[in-house]
Each structure stands twice: as structure tokens, then as C-alpha cells.
């Protein structure tokens, strides 16, 4: 994960951009249609649009796995929770705080 840059000052934009992670991609997307300035919240709402589109791909596969996926689904569920909190935190405390991969890419979207 890399490091956060300096957090914003902005409550409104703090609490929206948690917002974005609330409902997973949904709430991301919802966020993105109505927010058109903050790049703050902009960037979040992009990164938890990325992030949980890419958890539900990556769920569907483990599901589909007939063994395997009963041992991976409950540690991937784990891990996708924490995740989740993390990055609602993160955005509560105002951090710009890109996930490896999945902010780079939410970051290029936005160009």
C-alpha cells in the first residue's frame, strides 16, 4: 500500500468521500455522477468503484472454484472487510490513501 498524502481540511468532503466506500461500487458510482470538483472525493468515490467491481470479479471466480473456494471465500470475505474499514477510515481522516494497483488505476481513469 503507499503512503497517504496530506490530508484535506474539508469536513463535507471527508464525509462524503466515505461515503463512496459505504455501498461498495454502487455508492462510488452515485458519488462520481453527483460530485463533479473535489478531486478528494472524486478520487475516492473512483477507487471504490475499482476496488469493489474488482472484488465482485474476483468473488465470482472463487465462488465458481468447487473446492478451493470453500477455503479461500471465508479468508477473501476477511480480507475484503478490512480492506473496506480501512479505506472508509483513510477517507474520514482526510488521507488520499491509494490501494497498490487499484489507486493507480482509479488515478488513470480520472485523466
Do not use: C
Not at 67 to 86: E, R, T
Amino acid at each position: 500500500m503507499t503512503a497517504p498524502t496530506p490530508a484535506t481540511d474539508n469536513s463535507n468532503s471527508r464525509l462524503v468521500a466515505t461515503l463512496a466506500y459505504l455501498g461498495g461500487a454502487i455508492s462510488g458510482v452515485v458519488v462520481l455522477v453527483i460530485e463533479k470538483n473535489d478531486p478528494f472525493v472524486r478520487f475516492h468515490a473512483m477507487q471504490s468503484t475499482v476496488l469493489f467491481l474488482g472484488v465482485l470479479v474476483v468473488n465470482l471466480v472463487v465462488i465458481s472454484l468447487p473446492v478451493v473456494g470453500l477455503v479461500v471465500s471465508v479468508p477473501f470475505v476477511v480480507a475484503v472487510v478490512a480492506i473496506w474499514v480501512l479505506m472508509m477510515v483513510k477517507a474520514f481522516r482526510g488521507e488520499r490513501y491509494k490501494l497498490p494497483y487499484v489507486g493507480d488505476f482509479a488515478e488513470h481513469l480520472m485523466r
